[in-house]
């Protein structure tokens, strides 16, 4: 039979349709892979080159607040007493700017608890849009922190 097929339907006419449940079929079991290998890989960790930036020199109208190896806390660089001196010299400031912006800068001897007060301060203090300062990595190896 010339210009036939091997695959006819009921009528005898020839199959010309693409039949796309294997596809599917592939197409599910590799978002079922992809899925498990991404929370694998999220989960360890994995290196990746995060994008550059660079900043201005310019950081007028943003609150800096320091906690030293000894939880100190600073404002601006003048320390602060208590948690209440604190809040009302972050409020001063806060009050002087339209869209009040801090970054947390915080030792790394200092326990998380500290950053997290210094966090919870500025916060209350009605500063919102909050950052935390970190220093670029040298390049080589990372470096493991020291327990």
């Known amino acids: 039979m010339a210009g036939g097929s091997l695959y006819q339907d009921d009528d005898g006419d020839a199959i010309t349709d693409i039949n796309v449940t294997p596809f599917v079929d592939v197409a599910l079991v590799l978002m079922v892979i992809f899925m498990v290998t991404a929370r694998?890989?999220?989960?360890?960790?994995?290196?990746?080159?995060?994008?550059?930036?660079?900043?201005?020199?310019?950081?007028?109208?943003?609150?800096?607040?320091?906690v030293d190896a000894?939880?100190?806390?600073?404002?601006?660089?003048?320390?602060?007493?208590?948690?209440n001196s604190a809040r009302a010299a972050i409020e001063k400031?806060?009050?002087?700017?339209?869209?009040?912006?801090?970054?947390?800068?915080?030792?790394?001897?200092?326990?998380y608890g500290a950053i997290f007060m210094a966090i919870e301060v500025?916060?209350?203090?009605?500063?919102?849009?909050?950052?935390?300062?970190?220093?670029?990595?040298?390049?080589?190896?990372i470096p493991v922190m020291p327990r």
């Open 40 to 66: 694998l890989i999220v989960a360890r960790g994995v290196e990746v080159e995060k994008p550059k930036s660079t900043v201005g020199d310019d950081l007028k109208g943003t609150i800096l607040v320091t």
């Open 70 to 83: 000894d939880a100190t806390l600073y404002v601006m660089g003048e320390q602060q007493p208590d948690r």
């Open 93 to 111: 400031l806060a009050r002087q700017q339209k869209i009040p912006k801090a970054i947390i800068a915080g030792d790394t001897k200092v326990a």
């Open 122 to 141: 500025t916060k209350s203090a009605g500063v919102d849009s909050i950052a935390l300062a970190n220093d670029p990595l040298p390049s080589g190896p």
